[in-house]
Every structure is written in structure tokens, then in C-alpha cells.
């Protein structure tokens, strides 16, 4: 039952930045993980940033210094601050979310992406 909607995609010049938000909305018990993905054309999708056991972040090497992941909890908001892009970093975006369910289940979750074009 609960939803995941991402927004602030759009296009950005090589150089510029963007924030990423992921919303979520429904009833969630114990969250256990939550991360960005993103998928290029013709790419695998692959991990950005993510919140890692303990609260700790972690950023793929090709993001790392450049793009930083933040949260809202009182608005159950997840965010990515993209700074200094790249044409490379052109996906679609997606937000994941793992729960641990009042029954003791784990449960998986993903938005249906936004789309970010980084172009002259």
C-alpha cells in the first residue's frame, strides 16, 4: 500500500544541478533501506545513493563528491541534491524503499521514475 512519486527531473546543461524528490505515501511500519536508481538508455540500472544499516550513505564512485542524499521525515521525503552533472549522468531516476512489515515481511518498493537529461 504504499506509493513512491518521484519529481524535479527535467533537462540541465552539463555543469548545472537538480533536486530529486521521492515522496512516499501509505502506511509504513520500520523502514530498512531506501535508495536512488538510476537507468541510461541501453544501461543496466544501477545504485546512486542510498541509506545503508545504521543510517549510514553510500554513493556510487561516479556520483561521489558531486551528488549528496538527504531526507524529510516529517514530510516522508527522500532527497538527491545533483550538483556539477554530466552528460553520463542522463537516466531515469528511480526511488526504492525497503520495509520491515508489522507481520515481520520485508517489502519492496519503486517509484516510476523521473527522467534526467543533462545536455548542451
Known amino acids: 500500500q504504499v506509493q513512491l512519486v518521484e519529481s524535479g527531473g527535467g533537462l540541465v546543461q552539463p555543469g548545472g544541478s537538480l533536486r530529486l524528490s521521492c515522496k512516499a505515501s501509505?502506511?509504513?511500519?520500520?523502514?530498512?533501506?531506501m535508495g536512488w536508481y538510476r537507468q541510461a538508455p541501453g544501461k543496466e540500472r544501477e545504485l546512486v545513493a542510498g541509506f545503508t544499516s545504521g543510517d549510514s550513505t553510500n554513493y556510487a564512485d561516479s556520483v561521489k563528491g558531486r551528488f549528496t542524499i538527504s531526507r524529510d521525515n516529517a514530510k516522508n521525503t527522500w532527497l538527491l541534491q545533483m550538483e556539477s552533472l554530466k552528460p553520463e549522468d542522463t537516466a531515469v531516476y528511480y526511488c526504492?524503499?525497503?520495509?520491515?512489515?508489522?507481520?515481520?515481511?520485508?517489502?519492496?518498493?519503486w517509484g516510476k521514475g523521473t527522467l534526467v537529461t543533462v545536455s548542451s
Open positions: 501509505g502506511s509504513i511500519f520500520r523502514i530498512i533501506g
Open positions: 526504492n524503499v525497503r520495509e520491515r512489515t508489522i507481520a515481520g515481511n520485508v517489502m519492496g518498493y
